[in-house]
């Protein structure tokens, strides 16, 4: 059973950043495929950013020049580096893993992941 877990959630004013962490347990982490979502209140689940094997990477139109995700396969963890804070960011922000990705490798798609963290909460005030 793969076990991911988020950290690195906070609150910050409009226009500041913040870098989530996920860290992956016991497999190789070179053999699955990452990504970010989140869930605002209210809302339904979207994918935020999303890492193929390869490095490529794939990011939502809503944060595409603000967020960054990497991975260091060495310490097994995934990243989202998140700059020029909005308040529309706020929201839990979840890691998501596969080792089959049904819809690609760096695919947004919810059901493209069947492995989940338990989220880490982001707050942007303006």
Known sequence: QVQVAESGG???Q??????????????AYGSLYMGWFRQAPGKE???VAAIDSDGSTNYADSVKGRFTISQDNAK??????????????????YCAATFSPSYGGS????????YWGQGTQ???SS
């Open 122 to 124: 982001v707050t942007v």
């Open 10 to 12: 906070g609150s910050v």
């Open 45 to 47: 689940r979207e994918g």
């Open 107 to 114: 695919s947004l798609r919810i059901w493209n992941y069947n």
């Open 76 to 93: 097994k963890t995934l990243y989202l580096q998140m700059n020029s804070l909005k308040p529309e960011d706020t929201a839990m922000y």
């Open 14 to 27: 409009a226009g500041g950043s913040l870098r989530l962490s996920c860290a992956v347990s016991k497999y």
